[in-house]
């Protein structure tokens, strides 16, 4: 609720400016919606004693939600909506050494792809069903290393430390098979407590679910190097991407 009513209140409070994209905002909201589903209502029920239910969960916090998010720009945003004193401060917070290593790549995919590995290959998943707050941890690190790592590699908001395409991509190749290869490795041992066929639709949930969510980041990453080195005309004409005009406003602050 608190992300819902902030993004609105910075696009009332940026409504003086150059028009805010509405597939952003669509995108924003639908990241929550998806966030929403993966912890409340019948999936997050259903979660606690099915692991196919539970994978549901886990693509939708952990990978759609984030992406649907990440295509939000909620930095941007903020940074159009806040007094430009305030924007440079939460600009010079961006530079920052801490966030710089966070929003790494390398390091994001490791927080992300380390962390499913933990959970499912330790007793941490069986420990999440009986602590509510192990559950709320697990689930917030879930979400919150979905958000970076996807930030970090096709983020729409301003990054001053943004990696290179080649770094990106390798990054991105090694994530999809740390996920593929968890995946598999759950469809020939599911965590201790699930059903054999429970486990295995889990496991193929997870495998086919996580491979449609990383297509869209490829695209999305080829997408953004493409735009980032067509020519200089084409990026600057009034029909150009809503990403270069809405970059052009940020560097005011």
């Known amino acids: ?11 009332w409070a940026a409504r003086g400016r150059s028009p805010w994209s509405a597939r952003r905002t669509v995108a924003w909201y639908a990241g929550l919606v998806c966030a929403a589903a993966g912890l409340l209502g019948p999936v997050a029920a259903a979660a606690h ?3 196919t239910a539970h994978m549901l969960g886990h693509l939708l916090l952990g990978m759609l939600a984030p992406l649907l998010l990440v295509l939000g720009a909620p ?14 401060s939460l600009t010079r917070l961006l530079r920052s050494r801490y966030v ?12 992300n792809a380390g962390g499913l590995w933990v959970l499912y290959t330790t007793s941490l998943y069986q420990q999440m069903h009986t602590s509510a707050l192990i559950h709320g ?4 690190h879930i979400f919150l290393a ?4 996807t930030a970090s590699l096709v983020g729409r908001d301003p990054d001053p430390h943004r990696a290179s395409v080649p770094v990106r991509s390798a990054v991105l190749i090694a994530f999809i098979a740390a996920h593929s290869i ?3 490795w759950l469809y020939a041992h599911p965590p201790a407590g699930v059903e054999v066929t429970d486990g295995q639709a889990g496991a193929q949930l997870m495998y086919y679910g996580g491979d449609a969510v990383d297509v869209v980041l490829i ?3 080829f997408a953004g190097w493409y735009s980032a080195t067509r020519p200089k005309a084409a990026a600057d004409s009034p029909s150009g991407p809503q990403s270069t005009r809405d970059l052009q406003v940020d560097r005011e602050h």
């Open 146 to 149: 979905g958000y970076l790592f």
């Open 137 to 140: 941890l697990v689930h917030a």
């Open 182 to 184: 968890l995946a598999k």
């Open 100 to 111: 710089r290593i966070i929003t790494y790549p390398m390091v994001a995919a490791v927080l």
């Open 219 to 221: 695209v999305l990453l």
């Open 49 to 51: 004693t099915s692991f």
């Open 1 to 11: 609720m608190t992300a819902a009513v902030g993004y609105a209140a910075c696009l």
């Open 75 to 88: 930095v941007t945003l903020i940074l159009r909506a806040v007094p430009v004193a305030r924007a440079r």
